[in-house]
């Protein structure tokens, strides 16, 4: 079973820039597909963003254009580059990996956004 190990988060301010990493015990190349969700309190584990094991990139709705989802795949590191924060970006942000109909979470971190 894949590990995963998460850091990067905290607080930042609106508008605000913050990069998540989650680094996997699994080779990234073949492990079918490489997430970051998101949950707020009463609220279900949404995904954020996702990278399949060709590379492969998907964003849900509002975070098109200023969440940047990547891999290096020497680390197996995946990588959440979040711009332009806002309230709503605010949460706790898992790292998920998806392989052969199995779903591994990461720890999660907290993500502030304040002034």
């Known amino acids: 079973q894949v590990h995963l190990v998460e850091s990067g988060g905290g607080r930042v301010e609106p508008g605000g820039s913050l990069t998540l990493s989650c680094v996997a015990s699994?080779?990234?190349?073949?492990?079918?597909?490489m997430a970051w969700y998101r949950q707020v309190p009463g609220k279900e584990r949404d995904i954020v963003a996702a990278?399949?094991?060709?590379?492969?990139?998907g964003y849900v709705g509002a975070v098109k254009g200023r969440y940047a989802i990547s891999r290096d795949i020497a680390t197996n590191t995946v990588y959440l580059q979040m711009n332009d924060l806002t309230s709503e970006g605010a949460g706790i942000y898992f790292c998920?990996?998806?392989?052969?109909?199995?779903?591994?979470w990461g720890q999660g971190l907290q993500v502030t956004v304040s002034s």
């Open positions: 990278i399949t094991h060709v590379g492969i990139k």
């Open positions: 699994r080779l990234l190349a073949i492990t079918e597909q």
């Open positions: 998920n990996a998806f392989n052969g109909g199995q779903y591994t």
